[in-house]
């Protein structure tokens, strides 16, 4: 009973979390004068790729690659199929937000060079340097583009937001310091009700941890999604996947050099590769992700997890 209560009481809290994410974010965006899309591929994905980071260092000096590297192969998938698609189901999400596709273009480009880097079967010391190097680079572009931004004509003010600054400030933080404990109470909550009817360690590892380090990316793109916010959703996904590769992966590789298992090889990178270039076209030619391809990309993504699973046992 009481981990049913966990689970309810976490979501509960991660939908209100990331309602304040995204309502601050949005305000600061708007406040600041810089595009949705710069914040959502910044203060958003940083904020909601917590999880990834702390699981890759554990696994990291656990000694276990295997892990390491999962969860941000698991987690880039997941930010693709998942946190895009199922928000598409209730709202069309937009791709057509000024400067989407160049940061996609760089998030195809470093999901490449990732895998590059894996191929001789270890991410080394060098290899993580070179990671954060290009993070930096990343980070010194946004920033440019944000005073920019700032530059141009006023917009008008969106309703829904805090009309101060400071108020704005104070959302965001609220968010994202409560959506990374709010999603480990939703996994913990959902991995007790799992065991009560069954369901196996692989199982719950393949799956619910996996897609655990997601939630809060989901909860922040849902939110944006209903709040029509488009441009926040598409840069949180594309923001996350850069930062856990560059930043998770980066930051985990200098500290320790981390061994890639062969097995990922045969299914999971691919997998990840596939599901970032699904989304060029959308981007490209600013398609917007409706209703019938979220549903796609949402089985899309139940039927890899269900391979996953059948190479796992």
Same mark, same amino acid.
């Given at each position: 009973?009481?981990?049913?209560?966990?689970?309810?009481?976490?979501?509960?809290?991660?939908?209100?979390?990331?309602?304040?994410?995204?309502?601050?974010?949005?305000?600061?965006?708007?406040?600041?004068?810089?595009? =949705?899309?710069?914040?959502?591929?910044?203060?958003?994905?940083?904020?909601?790729?917590?999880?990834?980071?702390?699981?890759?260092?554990?696994?990291?000096?656990?000694?276990?690659?295997?892990?390491?590297?999962?969860?941000?192969?698991?987690?880039?998938?997941?930010?693709?199929?998942?946190?895009?698609?199922?928000?598409?189901?209730?709202?069309?999400?937009?791709?057509?937000?000024?400067?989407?596709?160049?940061?996609?273009?760089?998030?195809?480009?470093?999901?490449?060079?990732?895998?590059?880097?894996?191929?001789?079967?270890?991410?080394?010391?060098?290899?993580?340097?070179?990671?954060?190097?290009?993070?930096?680079?990343?980070?010194?572009?946004?920033?440019?583009?944000?005073?920019?931004?700032?530059?141009?004509?006023?917009?008008?003010?969106?309703?829904?937001?805090?009309?101060?600054?400071?108020?704005?400030?104070?959302?965001?933080?609220?968010?994202?310091?409560?959506? =990374?404990?709010?999603?480990?109470?939703?996994?913990?909550?959902?991995?007790?009700?799992?065991?009560?009817?069954?369901?196996?360690?692989?199982?719950?590892?393949?799956?619910?941890?996996?897609?655990?380090?997601?939630? =809060?990316?989901?909860?922040?793109?849902?939110?944006?999604?209903?709040?029509?916010?488009?441009?926040?959703?598409?840069?949180?996904?594309?923001?996350?996947?850069?930062?856990?590769?560059?930043?998770?992966?980066?930051?985990?590789?200098?500290?320790?050099?981390?061994?890639?298992?062969?097995?990922?090889?045969?299914?999971?990178?691919?997998?990840?590769?596939?599901?970032?270039?699904?989304?060029?076209?959308?981007?490209?030619?600013?398609?917007?992700?409706?209703?019938?391809?979220?549903?796609?990309?949402?089985?899309?993504?139940?039927?890899?997890?269900?391979?996953?699973?059948?190479?796992?046992?």
């Amino acid at each position: 009973m009481l981990s049913f209560i966990e689970l309810l009481v976490g979501l509960a809290i991660l939908t209100v979390s990331a309602d304040l994410l995204v309502r601050g974010s949005v305000g600061i965006a708007e406040r600041l004068h810089i595009p =949705p899309l710069i914040v959502g591929l910044t203060i958003i994905a940083f904020g909601t790729s917590t999880p990834e980071l702390v699981v890759s260092l554990k696994a990291a000096f656990a000694g276990s690659g295997g892990i390491a590297i999962g969860n941000i192969v698991g987690s880039n998938i997941a930010n693709i199929l998942i946190v895009l698609g199922l928000p598409s189901i209730i709202r069309a999400t937009t791709c057509e937000a000024s400067g989407t596709t160049r940061n996609f273009a760089f998030m195809v480009f470093i999901t490449l060079a990732f895998l590059y880097l894996c191929w001789d079967g270890v991410l080394t010391r060098t290899d993580g340097f070179l990671m954060l190097a290009m993070f930096a680079g990343f980070f010194i572009d946004q920033i440019l583009c944000a005073r920019r931004a700032r530059n141009a004509v006023d917009r008008e003010a969106v309703e829904g937001v805090p009309g101060s600054i400071w108020v704005a400030v104070a959302f965001t933080l609220a968010g994202l310091v409560s959506l =990374p404990f709010a999603a480990r109470a939703v996994v913990e909550g959902a991995i007790d009700v799992a065991k009560m009817y069954g369901v196996t360690e692989t199982a719950i590892g393949v799956t619910l941890v996996a897609l655990g380090t997601s939630l =809060p990316e989901l909860a922040a793109t849902t939110m944006a999604a209903l709040r029509g916010h488009s441009a926040i959703a598409i840069g949180n996904a594309i923001g996350s996947n850069i930062f856990n590769i560059l930043a998770v992966m980066g930051l985990t590789a200098t500290i320790i050099p981390v061994g890639v298992p062969a097995e990922f090889f045969e299914f999971e990178i691919w997998a990840m590769i596939a599901a970032t270039l699904f989304l060029a076209p959308f981007v490209v030619f600013c398609w917007p992700i409706g209703r019938l391809t979220g549903i796609a990309m949402t089985l899309a993504y139940v039927l890899i997890v269900y391979i996953a699973l059948g190479i796992a046992n």
